[in-house]
């Protein structure tokens, strides 16, 4: 058997940057006149971050800088998943932000179903546990699946790597 040309869609977050993002934003917090006695904290727990706050409007702040931190360090803001504001002890509000890592099984789906509608005939997708193999005969129509889902929006943010020939 001839193997067939194929590429791996995973979608995958750098932890050592969102590390670096979360410590870049902390230390911010630290130092800027608005958040002075606001309380105002990151708690990071692997992919789980804590934001903590004296009102959603310090929250809302908190949120800005820590996204302008995670997109200059290469992180996208699509995976991250907002919990809702919570009522947290001592009059603070609390916020956890979920940073999702892998292709879950919807998501899985929704882009195999992607590719069969929109991709090339002949091409053909299956799931892997958190990546999806796309596999065809020809070498550009595996360029036309990345181009279609470069312009798709299935709300992580994708990757594509092991391209084989």
Known sequence: MVAMP????????DAQEVRNAVDQASREIGTRFDFKNTNSSIE??????TLRSVSEDRLAAL?????ERLVKRGVSLKGV????????????VRQVVTIKVGISSDKAREINKLIKEKGPKGVSSQTQGESIRVTSKKRDQLQDV?????????GI?????NFRD
Not at 6 to 13: A, G, M
Not at 157 to 161: C, T
Request: charged fraction near 25%.
């Open 44 to 49: 990071q727990n692997d992919m789980v971050l």
């Open 81 to 92: 998943d907002y919990g809702d504001v919570e009522e947290a002890t001592q009059n603070t």
């Open 157 to 161: 943010p994708l990757q594509f790597n």
């Open 63 to 67: 949120r800005l800088v820590l996204e």
């Open 6 to 13: 194929s590429f791996d869609i995973v979608s995958e977050v």
């Open 146 to 154: 990345i181009a279609e889902l470069k312009t798709a929006d299935v």
